[in-house]
Nanobody, 127 residues
């Protein structure tokens, strides 16, 4: 059984930074793309960033490109999301997720391409 546990959320002022972590267990972490999604109140869950199983490729939503960086440490079974220059519109619950496809060849940006999800961590950006 795969378990994903996020941490690192909190309250930060606009322009500030936060680093989210997601620790994974239960499946060969280094063989699966990992993604971050977020969901704001009253809105649908949206893609934020993804990183390939090798860590060699990353992909970002336009809304966070240049401000957020996704990375992974396969030795620690952990994926990270460094968030800089945060804006009030970044306020949401952030979820990490693991791809359902072993060593996917292309990017996974849709929620239904992921089969395991963390419990979420709240990020609140004040203006």
């Amino acid at each position: 059984q795969v378990q994903l546990v996020e941490s690192g959320g909190g309250l930060v002022q606009a322009g500030g930074s936060l680093r989210l972590s997601c620790a994974a267990s239960g499946r060969t972490f280094s063989s699966y793309t990992m993604g971050w999604f977020r969901q704001a109140p009253g809105k649908e869950r949206e893609f934020v960033a993804a990183i390939s199983w090798s860590g060699g490729n990353t992909y970002y939503a336009d809304s966070v490109k240049g401000r957020f960086t996704i990375s992974r440490d396969n030795g620690k079974n952990t994926v990270y999301l460094q968030m800089n220059s945060l804006k009030p519109e970044d306020t949401a619950v952030y979820y990490c997720a693991q791809d359902r496809t072993y060593r996917r060849y292309y990017y996974a940006t849709m929620a239904d391409e992921y089969d395991y999800w963390g419990q979420g961590t709240q990020v609140t950006v004040s203006s």
